[in-house]
Every structure is written in structure tokens, then in C-alpha cells.
């Protein structure tokens, strides 16, 4: 190798090391029991009118709670009691359950992002005051987490994102298709359902390890003489042993593929990231 390609690496390297900080690549785990959330309408259907929450405990998302009151919940099999509202009072109200608790009310809800309950299964709730039947709002979490914007810098990750998460322990698991969530609202934490935990032996405040994907394995291809050359649309065989950040610019390419044994600098996988460019390594 020549100099100037020692020199390329030594000064990527010096950036990524004063790029990064020394957090730790891991990430809070919260386990979410069943719940609800209300509307304001739907709370004083099986409360009374003009009911307001009351307070148990506040939860780690800022400005959420765990209210003193609970509701049942009931299907065409059975019921659940004692199901915790959070609050404050929601514009819709939805109803999150593991897939333990629908076998047990006979329901089929989907796995939802948290707010996604269009087409949802129906549920009863029931209150001191009434009950309410909801056509849509039950639904089994999709695995999430919430991110402030400075974690999501930290880990390299978007709003809408979907990583892996892998856990240590007795009974190690890797969770994929984890959504990842960016708002200043939000604290750093994963949340998983109650059937996810019991799968990992997981406890909250356990932590994961965020595995984002990495570079797939490209087919075997013959080798080329010119540094670059097309493979096929959005696709380029990168002939050089050393890919850097300004080489990943330069390609006008969502695909890259490299020879095994060539170096890719941190920065080229940056670059490549935040161009959404995809990095294969061919056998």
C-alpha cells in the first residue's frame, strides 16, 4: 500500500475517533404490560362526565403516566381485568395486548405501530360508570424505540428506521424489524411486550445492543480491469483495495460492490449511510 493511501486512512480514522463520543452502543429495555389509552370521550363514557385521570406514576417518556384507574377489556372468549390506563387522554383510544392476552379474549389484533389502529381489531372496554365498543384500536405493539434526536445522531439512525436489537444473558434473543422513533419528546428506550420479554428472560432496564444491518453479500463476480465498472442499473464493482469517503461520493451508484479484502474506511461507511448507499463485499 502507498503512502498516500496510509495517509487517507490514518486521517479517516483521526476524524471518525474525534466524530464519536464514549457512549455506549446500548440501549434501555422497557417491558409494556397491557394497557389502554382513552380519548377524553371515551374516558367519560365509562367514568363519568367530566372524569379526569389521576396520577400513580409517571412513566420514563416524558409526560406520560400510569393513572390509578383501570378498565376490562373483553372479547367473544374472555376478559381481562384490571388493564391499566395511561395517560394524559388521547385523540383515539387504543388498547395494546400481547398475543397471550388476545388468544385468551379470542381476538386477532395485527402488530401496529403505536397510533396505526385504522382496520384494527374491535374491542369492549368496560368502566364503573358504562362500557364502550370500539370497532378498531386493538392492536399488539410493534417493537419500537424512542429516540431524542441526539440519541438518533449518536447511533446513526432516522425516524421510521428498522434496526436489530440483540440481547445478552441467560437466554440471549435478537429482535429484528425494532422501529426507531425521533422526537425531542422522547427519552432513549426500547419497548417490548410481555410475550417479547418472557422469549429473552428480559426484566426492565435490561439493555440491548443496536446491531444495525450490515453490508449483504453480493454474488461472486468476474473481475474487472477498470476501477469501476457497471454491473447493472444503480450497481458499480469497485476494483481498488482501499474505498474512502471521497469515492463514495464520487460514484454515482446506490450500490457499491468490493472485493473481499478491501479496506472501507468508518467515514466511507458514513458517507455511504447518509447517501443511502449500499456497500456489498463480494466472495
Known amino acids: 500500500m502507498n503512502e498516500q493511501a496510509i495517509?487517507?486512512?490514518?486521517?479517516?480514522?483521526?476524524?471518525?475517533?474525534?466524530?464519536?463520543?464514549?457512549?455506549?452502543?446500548?440501549?434501555?429495555?422497557?417491558?409494556?404490560?397491557?394497557?389502554?389509552?382513552?380519548?377524553?370521550?371515551?374516558?367519560?363514557?365509562?367514568?363519568?362526565?367530566?372524569y379526569e385521570l389521576s396520577k400513580k406514576a409517571d412513566l420514563s417518556q416524558p409526560g406520560q403516566f400510569a393513572a390509578n384507574e383501570t378498565v376490562v377489556i373483553v372479547g367473544p372468549r374472555g376478559s381481562i381485568e384490571k388493564v391499566r390506563i395511561l395517560g394524559p387522554a388521547r385523540s383515539l383510544t387504543q388498547v395494546e395486548v400481547s398475543k397471550t392476552d388476545a388468544v385468551k379474549l379470542g381476538l386477532n389484533p395485527p402488530v401496529r405501530e403505536s397510533g396505526n389502529i385504522a382496520s384494527s381489531a374491535s374491542i369492549t372496554l368496560v368502566g364503573p360508570k358504562g362500557s364502550v365498543f370500539k370497532n378498531e384500536g386493538l392492536i399488539i405493539a410493534q417493537a419500537h424505540i424512542h429516540m431524542h434526536p441526539d440519541d438518533a445522531a449518536h447511533f446513526g439512525v432516522e425516524n421510521g428506521e428498522y434496526v436489530r436489537i440483540r440481547t445478552d444473558g441467560e437466554r440471549p434473543v435478537s429482535f429484528e424489524k425494532v422501529l426507531i422513533r425521533v422526537s425531542p419528546r422522547y427519552k432513549l428506550e426500547m419497548h417490548i411486550d410481555t410475550d417479547e420479554a418472557n422469549s429473552g428472560l428480559i426484566t426492565s432496564g435490561q439493555a440491548g445492543v443496536l446491531v444495525k444491518d450490515g453490508e449483504s453479500q453480493a454474488r461472486p463476480l468476474a473481475t474487472l480491469k477498470d476501477p469501476v465498472q457497471p454491473m447493472e442499473p444503480g450497481a458499480v464493482i469497485f476494483q481498488k483495495n482501499l474505498l474512502t469517503k471521497r469515492d463514495v461520493q464520487a460514484l454515482q451508484s446506490d450500490m457499491i460492490s468490493v472485493r473481499k479484502g478491501t479496506i472501507v474506511t468508518p467515514l466511507a461507511r458514513d458517507a455511504a449511510r447518509e447517501l443511502k448507499k449500499t456497500i456489498q463485499v463480494m466472495d
Open 7 to 50: 495517509r487517507t486512512i490514518v486521517e479517516e480514522v483521526i476524524q471518525q475517533l474525534v466524530k464519536k463520543d464514549s457512549r455506549p452502543n446500548t440501549i434501555p429495555i422497557a417491558v409494556s404490560a397491557r394497557h389502554c389509552h382513552l380519548s377524553q370521550d371515551d374516558l367519560e363514557m365509562l367514568f363519568g362526565k367530566g
